[in-house]
């Protein structure tokens, strides 16, 4: 249980539960807002600032779009166009490297999920010294960040929001999760302009990452009544919205809806963490440099279809949410529902059937077994796995 963010009290007797909510302090939605961010950043009193984009052509292209709208508000930057599709503490450290020699004061990130992990995680080092893996997990004693902006262009992550981050370690090629307030970005900015030349596939992917968020979040053992909310409204957003989105890029309601879906899903998984899909998908991800997105997807209904036996109910209204009408069924009926419904999605946005068609091999399970299992993510899922349980799991989804 992360100790930072949950805080238990006894009283006469009984335990008793402290929970505290982080988001940012701004958030800017709907189509044109990324205009505002030269004002934003001159209000938070950013002179010079670094932005972070990935390491594509399409990725620089738009560090420049971001960085003539900040000069037009009288802030300075620089461009790190060095975020790989699965971060890495390579490119963390070398972006830090950067941002002290050219006295940046404030961490711009435009992008998806990766180009925001790698601020997140050169923020730290600018604030704190050392090297990225110094700092993975949660409980860190950490110095305050740099102020930071984060602009979205998947709608996927909610990266833009959270208070997690995953870089790869290039030398266990494993993904490491890093879990502190403190990285929560200051302004996330969400614009379905932004989203609209995603293509269908990273489209399909980053929804599905966003329904993990959701559900995941909804099952966790911390969930609260307010995580709970932002959790089902998500993933009855996604269902509506998400088969649209890939069908035509272009469909701007369709966008603006998954990028209410997918903060919606940050805000749920920030304030009640994840679970097993994500400790499992990061082993993938950091082993075998898979999207991140993908692996989610495929391991749900699987992870899913374990977790059901410990909280059946919940599953139940998981099923509502997707659409399904449960009247008539029974609570287990209602809960297999749920997770046929996953999988009737993913496969109509057309997610690969199993990990072996994404190079996963069955010889490499007991040691991606290993290693999800000492993921911080796992920490709240509802039902504890042990190791052969977890590697069965995997097997189920190969």
Same mark, same amino acid.
């Given at each position: 249980?992360? *100790?930072?963010?949950? +805080?238990?009290?006894?009283?006469?007797?009984?335990?008793?539960?402290?929970?505290?909510?982080?988001?940012?302090?701004?958030?800017?939605?709907?189509?044109?807002?990324?205009?505002?961010?030269?004002?934003?950043?001159?209000?938070?009193?950013?002179?010079?600032?670094?932005?972070?984009?990935?390491?594509?052509?399409?990725?620089?292209?738009?560090?420049? !779009?971001?960085?003539?709208?900040?000069?037009?508000?009288?802030?300075?930057?620089?461009?790190?166009?060095?975020? *790989?599709?699965?971060?890495?503490?390579?490119? @963390?450290?070398?972006?830090?490297?950067?941002?002290?020699?050219?006295?940046?004061?404030?961490?711009?990130?435009?992008?998806?999920?990766?180009?925001?992990?790698?601020?997140?995680?050169?923020? &730290?080092?600018?604030?704190?010294?050392? #090297?990225?893996?110094?700092?993975?997990?949660?409980? +860190?004693? &950490?110095?305050?960040?740099?102020?930071?902006?984060?602009?979205?262009?998947?709608?996927?992550?909610?990266?833009?929001?959270?208070?997690?981050?995953?870089?790869?370690?290039?030398?266990?090629?494993?993904?490491?999760?890093?879990?502190?307030?403190?990285?929560?970005?200051?302004?996330?900015?969400?614009?379905?302009?932004?989203?609209?030349?995603?293509?269908?596939?990273?489209? %399909? %992917?980053?929804?599905?990452?966003?329904?993990? +968020?959701?559900?995941?979040?909804?099952?966790?053992?911390?969930?609260?009544?307010?995580?709970?909310?932002?959790?089902?409204?998500?993933?009855?957003?996604?269902?509506?919205?998400?088969?649209?989105?890939?069908?035509?890029?272009?469909?701007?309601?369709?966008?603006?809806?998954?990028?209410?879906?997918?903060? &919606?899903?940050?805000?749920?998984?920030?304030?009640?963490?994840?679970?097993?899909?994500?400790?499992? %998908?990061?082993?993938?991800?950091?082993?075998?440099?898979?999207?991140?997105?993908?692996?989610?997807?495929?391991? &749900?209904?699987?992870? *899913?279809?374990?977790?059901?036996?410990?909280?059946?109910?919940?599953?139940? @209204?998981?099923?509502?949410?997707?659409?399904?009408?449960?009247?008539?069924?029974?609570?287990?009926? /209602?809960?297999?529902?749920?997770?046929?419904?996953?999988? #009737?999605?993913?496969?109509?946005?057309?997610?690969?059937?199993?990990?072996?068609?994404?190079? /996963?091999?069955?010889? !490499?399970?007991? @040691?991606?077994?290993?290693? /999800?299992?000492?993921?911080?993510?796992?920490?709240?899922?509802?039902?504890?796995?042990?190791?052969?349980?977890?590697?069965?799991?995997?097997?189920?989804?190969?």
């Amino acid at each position: 249980m992360r *100790e930072s963010y949950l +805080h238990s009290l006894c009283a006469k007797g009984e335990k008793k539960m402290v929970y505290t909510f982080y988001n940012p302090k701004v958030a800017l939605m709907g189509a044109g807002c990324v205009k505002e961010i030269g004002n934003q950043a001159k209000q938070m009193g950013g002179t010079k600032a670094l932005i972070v984009c990935g390491v594509s052509k399409h990725g620089e292209a738009l560090g420049k !779009d971001i960085a003539a709208l900040l000069k037009s508000s009288g802030v300075e930057s620089r461009i790190f166009a060095g975020a *790989e599709p699965n971060p890495t503490d390579t490119s @963390v450290h070398e972006g830090a490297k950067i941002y002290a020699q050219d006295s940046c004061d404030m961490i711009v990130a435009v992008g998806g999920g990766s180009p925001m992990d790698c601020a997140k995680g050169i923020g &730290l080092l600018a604030a704190n010294g050392g #090297k990225i893996g110094d700092y993975e997990g949660a409980g +860190h004693d &950490l110095k305050p960040l740099p102020m930071m902006i984060t602009v979205n262009t998947t709608a996927g992550t909610a990266s833009e929001m959270t208070s997690f981050a995953v870089i790869t370690d290039t030398a266990r090629h494993i993904k490491m999760a890093f879990v502190d307030w403190r990285i929560t970005p200051d302004v996330a900015i969400n614009d379905p302009e932004l989203m609209v030349s995603m293509p269908p596939g990273l489209t %399909a %992917a980053t929804g599905m990452d966003a329904l993990t +968020h959701s559900i995941e979040a909804f099952v966790s053992t911390i969930a609260t009544p307010v995580t709970d909310a932002a959790a089902l409204k998500s993933i009855e957003l996604i269902k509506e919205f998400l088969p649209r989105a890939v069908k035509d890029g272009s469909d701007i309601e369709a966008r603006e809806m998954m990028a209410y879906a997918e903060y &919606l899903a940050g805000i749920a998984f920030n304030n009640a963490s994840l679970g097993y899909v994500h400790a499992m %998908a990061h082993q993938l991800g950091g082993f075998y440099n898979l999207p991140h997105g993908v692996c989610n997807a495929v391991l &749900l209904p699987h992870v *899913e279809t374990f977790n059901k036996e410990a909280v059946p109910e919940r599953f139940v @209204v998981i099923a509502q949410a997707m659409g399904v009408d449960v009247s008539k069924m029974s609570r287990a009926e /209602a809960a297999e529902a749920a997770i046929d419904g996953i999988k #009737k999605l993913a496969a109509e946005v057309g997610i690969p059937a199993g990990l072996a068609e994404l190079g /996963a091999k069955e010889e !490499d399970l007991n @040691v991606l077994a290993e290693n /999800a299992m000492k993921d911080v993510c796992g920490a709240t899922n509802p039902r504890e796995a042990d190791l052969a349980e977890i590697i069965g799991i995997y097997k189920s989804a190969m």
